[in-house]
Each structure stands twice: as C-alpha cells, then as structure tokens.
C-alpha cells in the first residue's frame, strides 16, 4: 500500500450515497427501481460478482431479482425471456451476467435488452451516444475508470492518455469518454508495434487486457496516473490464488504519480457506477413514460 495508492471504496461510497438519497426521494412516487439479473447455466464464475450486485443493491434500496436459465437453454427462448422484462413495468433494469455459455450470442441478447433498461451501458444506443457526447449512462467499467482519473484532479483538456486494451465494453468506451473530456487518446491493442514507447509519454495510462503484470515500471512516465482495470488470477507466493492486475504493482508505484491496486481500486467503483446507471435509466423510463402517458404516477 501506498499514498499514491487511487483507491476506490470512498468513490464507491460516495456514488451510492446520491443513489440512495434518490431512491429515497422515489418513496413518495410508485416509481421504484428493480434490477433484473440474468445468468446462463453454472453460475459459479459470476457467483461473487452476482452476490456483491445484490448485497449493494439492496443496501441502497433498489431491488434485485435473478433470473437463472438453464445451461442448454435456447437463444430464443432467452430472447423471448428478455421482451418479456422489457414490457414489464416493474422492471427498470436487466443485467446480462458474463460468460454466457458458448451457443448464446451474448451480444444478441445485450441488443434485445430495450435501450430504457440497458444499466450496463453496452446496447448500440448506448455506445452511439457516448459517440455523440452523450456521456451520463456508459458501460460500468469504462465509466468507474475514468471516474478514478477525474480523481487525480489533473486537467482531461489536453492530457496525454494512453489506453491499452480496445475491447467494446472496457477500452473502447473509455477512448470516447476521454475525448468526449478533451484528452488526446492513443488506443494500443495486441498489433501496437512497441508499447512502451507510447506508454512512457503517458500523463495517464489506462490498463484493460487480462494480462497479469503487463505494464512494468521502465514503460511508464514518472509522475503518470496509473488506472489498472485488469482482473487476474494467478499463483500467489504461497501456492494460493490471489488477484492481480494487468499492471505490475511493484514495479510501478515508485514511478506513478497515483495508481489504483489489485484489488481495491476500480472494481467497487464499478458496482456503484451499475447503481448509480441503474438510476440513470429509470429517471429516463420514467420520463417516457410521462411523454407518452402524461406526468404523474402509473
Ligand atoms: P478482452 O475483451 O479480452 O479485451 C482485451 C483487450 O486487450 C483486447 O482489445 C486485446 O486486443 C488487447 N490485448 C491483448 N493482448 C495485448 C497486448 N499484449 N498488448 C496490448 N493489448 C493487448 O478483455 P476485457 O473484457 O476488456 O477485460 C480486460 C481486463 O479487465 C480483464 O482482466 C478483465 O477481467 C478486466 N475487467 C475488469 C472489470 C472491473 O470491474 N475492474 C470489468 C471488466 C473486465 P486485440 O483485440 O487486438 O487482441
């Protein structure tokens, strides 16, 4: 641990305080939000993730429900399942948790989620309008890490941000929200020529791969914040698993000027970003609803 160390559990707090104090403020409405999960098959991976969604949901005053389908279920049947919540007024949101088992289109099923309930930030709409500056509701782990640099307090108009990683739910949405702020962004993928050299003119390096200890020391800038979003598994010095990131923490703190740890950085914040988006959709529902209906309660 260091006092460079960008930790997350006070941002989540914070982020889940205004959650809360607006689903409070619902109480005197009939709107009230509800979360719906969906899980495919074993559900062992997603298991903690699932009971961490659950447990803060419930702590703020949303109301989560899971959905758990059989391992052999059909894509259509899963489809038919998610039009069904999508008409269902009492739901406000759906949560497709990952992996999905191999004959599911996970991106089918993200596209049959209505755009009013998409709390993950991941159908087209949502993405396309991120493109358009439309920054509020994005992908939960996208929008939890740039939460953390704008904690550094350092000025996005013109910071020098390097993202390594561009997959659709982590690096590309954070690309975009950081131009969306005013950054010059440079995106790295497995096809980058030479990493380093754009890592080490970084003022701030994002890290979303799946590469335990990808980002050593000798690639970054001194003074840069480090935001490490990768989730690791591996060998711990004692035989036993424990978690890492896709940055080496040792070898980077004594050159970052902040840098979030494995665990204890973005992943709180990312559940909190999903309460607080949650909220976001149902404001948005709610004010489709009275568009199409008229102000007052349904
Ligand atoms: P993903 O879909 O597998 O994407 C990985 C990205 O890394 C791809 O864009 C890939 O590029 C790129 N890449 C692969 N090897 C590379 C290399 N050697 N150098 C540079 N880029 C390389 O993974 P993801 O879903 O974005 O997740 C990334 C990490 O974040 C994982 O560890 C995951 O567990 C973690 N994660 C954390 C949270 C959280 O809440 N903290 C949430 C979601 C994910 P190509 O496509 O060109 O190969």
Redesign the pocket.
């Known amino acids: 641990m260091s006092n460079r160390d960008l930790r997350g559990r006070a941002v989540a707090d914070e982020i889940l305080a205004g959650v809360a104090a607006e689903v409070e403020a619902l109480k005197k409405t009939s709107w009230s939000p509800k979360l719906m999960s969906i899980t495919v098959g074993d559900v062992t991976a997603v298991d903690v993730y699932v009971r961490n969604q659950r447990r803060i949901a419930e702590r703020i005053g949303i109301v989560f429900e899971e959905r758990n389908f059989p391992e052999n279920v059909g894509q259509q049947e899963l489809l038919a399942a998610i039009r069904a919540m999508n008409v269902d007024p009492t739901v406000t949101g759906i949560i497709i948790q990952r992996p999905v088992p191999r004959h599911i289109s996970v991106k089918a099923l993200q596209i049959a989620v209505h755009p009013l309930k998409d709390v993950e930030g991941m159908h087209p709409t949502s993405i396309g309008n991120i493109v358009y500056n439309e920054l509020d509701l994005a992908p939960?782990?996208a929008m939890?890490s740039v939460e953390m640099l704008k904690r550094t307090n350092l000025e996005l108009k013109g910071l020098e941000v390097v993202v390594?990683?561009?997959?659709e739910?982590?690096?590309k949405p954070i690309a975009f929200l950081l131009m969306a702020e005013g950054a010059t962004v440079t995106v790295?993928?497995?096809?980058?020529r030479n990493?380093q050299i754009h890592t080490r003119r970084a003022d701030a390096v994002f890290v979303?791969?799946?590469?335990p200890r990808?980002l050593t020391g000798e690639m970054v800038k001194p003074g840069a914040a480090i935001i490490d979003?990768?989730?690791?598994e591996v060998d711990g010095p004692d035989g036993r698993k424990i978690v890492v990131g896709?940055v080496d923490y040792d070898s980077c703190v004594e050159h970052a000027g902040w840098i979030t740890p494995v665990p204890g950085g973005?992943?709180p914040v990312?559940v909190s970003v999903l309460m607080r988006n949650t909220m976001i959709a149902m404001r948005r529902l709610k004010a489709h609803y009275e568009a199409e209906f008229g102000a007052g309660d349904l």
């Not at 979003?229 to 690791?232: A, C, L, V």
């Open positions: 939960c782990t939890a390594v990683g561009h997959s739910i982590v690096g790295c993928h497995h096809m980058t990493l979303a791969v799946g590469r990808l979003i990768g989730i690791n896709d973005v992943g990312t």
